[in-house]
């Protein structure tokens, strides 16, 4: 019952997040103009295939092989790089909500204008760098789970019913502490952006300007608004799934592959926000409906 969701998720995350990384790969080998925001996306779209295709391998082999002490390592081994990509993930969403601040946003104050030029100079480094944070932070997740599993060797117990981290509540904090700041800078960000804009719309409502179109600024406060919904959802999520393994010991799976149906949505929404992005998508819609329906032709063709 696990593996069809897990599988369908993940084929319409290859789908989505291909399309969105092939799409400004093309753009950077043609020598075409590459924005922060697109190495921002292509960087998620990633980090969410990685984190995808690290869930499945996880169900896959949680039921299809047997438990051992050297299964359960390459368990959770596996599991360090679905917490990696995950929070790679979440780290990269607070980057492009900042960039979207930085760009979108407009206020003088010297400190502003600094963060802008910086980071808009600066994007690949700061990707490279939230990255190390999550690679590092889910580093000392791994070592204990692997120090605890090697402990109990000796004990005759189920892969569920092993405590290596439910045992500990510290488990819990750790994970609250390296969700902490990149939520925070995401709430800062988004709120700074939405009511910027917001306050911007209703000067321009009262200014009875009728020439200026408002339905950008609603586009983007739109998008703000989603993906603020979808970070509390995914936040609150794998907070509940780690709780529950610190409560009963056993990991919520169908949880984990929900979430990631989580993923898909918003780079979707991202395509049909973008307009390069909701471009392409339709040139390639397109072809694929003459392709099916010159083979549809032929076909009737023949039988005639």
Not at 123 to 152: G, H
Not at 189 to 203: A, I, P, R, W
Request: one cysteine or more; glycine letters at 4%; aromatic letters at 16%.
């Amino acid at each position: 019952g696990l593996l069809v969701p897990a599988l369908i998720a993940l084929i319409a995350g290859l789908v989505i997040h291909s399309f969105i990384i092939g799409v400004n790969v093309t753009d950077w080998w043609k020598g075409r103009s590459v924005t922060p925001v697109d190495h921002i996306v292509t960087s998620l779209g990633i980090s969410r295939i990685c984190t995808q295709c690290a869930i499945t391998l996880y169900v896959i082999l949680d039921i299809f092989f047997p438990s051992s002490l050297k299964f359960y390592i390459t368990l959770t081994i596996i599991g360090f790089f679905y917490d990696l990509f995950s929070y790679a993930n979440i780290w990269l969403t607070t980057l492009l909500s900042i960039v979207f601040c930085l760009k979108i946003s407009n206020f003088h104050s010297r400190l502003f204008l600094y963060l802008r030029g910086m980071i808009a100079h600066r994007t690949v480094y700061f990707i490279v760098v939230a990255v190390l944070l999550s690679a590092f932070s889910c580093l000392i997740t791994l070592l204990i789970s692997i120090t605890d599993v090697t402990k109990e060797e000796n004990y005759n117990m189920t892969v569920h019913k092993k405590s290596t981290n439910c045992m500990y509540i510290s488990i819990i904090y750790v994970f609250t502490t390296r969700m902490f700041f990149p939520l925070l800078f995401y709430c800062i960000s988004s709120v700074l952006l939405f009511t910027g804009l917001y306050n911007h719309t209703v000067k321009m409502k009262m200014s009875s300007n009728l020439s200026i179109n408002l339905e950008t600024y609603y586009s983007v406060m739109k998008y703000v608004s989603f993906t603020f919904i979808y970070n509390t959802t995914l936040f609150i999520g794998h907070f509940f799934s780690l709780f529950y393994y610190y409560v009963y010991c056993v990991i919520l799976l169908w949880l984990h592959i929900v979430l990631n149906f989580l993923p898909v949505l918003h780079s979707s929404y991202l395509i049909y926000r973008a307009p390069k992005l909701r471009s392409q998508m339709s040139k390639g819609l397109q072809n694929v409906n003459n392709f099916l329906f010159r083979r549809k032709n032929t076909e009737t063709g023949e039988d005639i």
